[in-house]
């Protein structure tokens, strides 16, 4: 119950805050509208920009560790060509 009463409180120190702050706003309605419009349009689309953002870097990090793995692979099949090249070798010689 405490909780709930703390919650209830801030937001009515919130509202009020907000509500002197506009009360007291050097500039004229329209423009403060137009603000807070602003504001909330990038709040809105803050999730969606963030969430390309990780997508984006989500497909550079997948594309970076696809082009080290088959670096390595190559280098793997490289020296399992010339391991196999001196075996022979070796063979040949006995």
Do not use: D
């Amino acid at each position: 119950m405490i909780k709930k009463a703390g919650w209830i409180s801030a937001a009515a120190g919130f509202l009020s805050a907000f509500t002197a702050m506009l009360l007291t706003a050097p500039q004229n309605g329209k423009k403060t509208r137009g603000q807070i419009a602003g504001a909330w349009g990038r709040i809105v689309n803050a999730p969606s920009k963030l969430n390309a953002a990780c997508r984006g870097r989500r497909q550079k990090a997948y594309e970076f560790g696809r082009g080290h793995c088959e670096q390595l692979n190559e280098e793997r099949l490289a020296l399992k060509n010339e391991a196999h090249q001196e075996a022979v070798k070796s063979e040949k010689e006995l």
